[in-house]
Each structure stands twice: as structure tokens, then as C-alpha cells.
């Protein structure tokens, strides 16, 4: 059984070793998740490494050693929760639920900060591809305010796939219903996607911008939302801050235009001169 774990773990480098070379393996490997999940012992091997480190949490001692060799196995877990004839089986397995204690870790070292980037990297693969059953599992496994966190105190790479992750969760007709159920959690959203603004005001990224404009405009498919949009949308959004970034991108400027033109009844600013 050591054996195969750490042979898998040297699938991993290598798989991890750069990002060309990740992609490439990729593709070259489309079968690798089926061979990792279907394996008699593989995904017990993987999650024995996601659980050697428990200890390790609390309080932190994580050693960068010890961060990367998880990672590793997080990598693999991130290949099964990405093909589409496993993620079903890995959402159902609840395999999220050994990962999530990651993103609840209060370290500030770069160990920890891999650790719950590579944790975010798992469940982003899981909702790359959208599939109601599994966006049902994760919102049912309270992944939001594990989102949300790290969309409040992440690093600037986990603020960015956390809000993939409620984008993606957002897009699903399930996942807005959920969150626009209770006006608590549309708060919760719009204060997250605040304070990824703030930080995108210090370390601007178009990207990242769309994917909150995105969240946006998705919102306004629920009535229930309008409310806190109107009177709480971050005024970042609309107050020149961000012209830059949607001066070079028409569909990001095509976007925000929609969403104002989308929320009658506000005062919309443009003091930064408009859009
Ligand atoms: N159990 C909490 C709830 O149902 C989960 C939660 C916390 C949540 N913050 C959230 C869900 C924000 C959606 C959005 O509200």
C-alpha cells in the first residue's frame, strides 16, 4: 500500500510540477480519474495522507514538507472531482467533508495558505462543469460561509476561486434559490463580494472583476435579491474605481451596464466619469 501511495504521490509532482506541464498532463491522461477512483485502495491511500495532517492544524505546525505532500494528494482528489464520471461519485462518497476542516484553518503561513488554496482548488474542479446534484450536496454541506470566508481573508489566488465557486453555485437555478431564500445570506454574498472589491481595488484583475459582476447580474434573476442590491450594491462598483479594468474589456463594460441598467430605483453614481 506505501508503495502505490507514493507512487501516486510521484504522479502528482509531476503532474504539479509546472502549470504548462499540469494542463499537458491533462490532456494526455484524460483517464486518470476513473483509474484513480476504480483502483482498489487508491482513494483510501489519498485520503490517509488528507488525514496525516490533522494533527498538524491545530495549533499550526504545518511544515512546508508536509504541506506539499498533501497538496499533492489534493492535486489527484482534484482530477477525480473534475471528470464528469466522477464527480457524482466523489460528491456522494462525501469526500468534501474530510477536506473542509482545510479551509477553517486559522494559519498564516505559506504552508497553510497552499493547503486551503489547494482545498479551494478541489471544489472548484467539483463545480467547473455544473451538475445540480452536486451544486445540491455542496450547498446542503455548508460550503457557502467556507466560501465566503475565504472571499473575506484569503490570499488574493483563494479570494479568486472561492468567488468562482459561488459564481458557479450562483448560476445554478438551485444554488440562487438557496441563497436568495433567506435575505441573511444574500447579505452574506454582497458582503463578501465587498470586500473582494476592496481587495481588487489594491491588486486589480479583470478576471476576478467579472466573475463579481457575474454574481451580479445573476442575482437579478430573483426578485428577493433586488432589495439589498439596490440599497447595499458595494459602491466601488459604480464609482469609477474599476474604469480601467472595463475600459480594456467590452464584455466586462457590456456587463456592468447591464446590471445598472438592471436596478432601477438607484442612485447610480459615476463620479470616476462612467462607463
Ligand atoms: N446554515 C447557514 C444558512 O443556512 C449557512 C450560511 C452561512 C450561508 N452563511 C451563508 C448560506 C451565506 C448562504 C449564504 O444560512
Redesign the pocket.
Known sequence: MAKVGSSLMAIAEVKTSSCSAKATKRVAFQGLAPLLWFSFGTVAILLQEVLSVYPLLSPPSLTPEQSNRVCNALALLQCVASHPDTKILFAQARIPFYLYIFLGTIGESRPFEYLRLATLGVMGALVKVPDTRVIIFLLSS?I??LC?RAMETGSALSRAVATFIVQKLLMDDVGLQ??CY?P??VF??NHALENVLASLAEQPSTRLLKHVIRCYLRFLDDGRSLWVLRNFLPKRLTDGTFDHCLREDQTARMWMQQLLDNLPGRPVTKEGGGI
Do not use: D, K, S, T
Request: proline share 9%; glycine share 0%.
Open positions: 455548508e457557502m460561509p465566503l438557496y441563497i433567506l441573511e445570506r452574506a454574498v
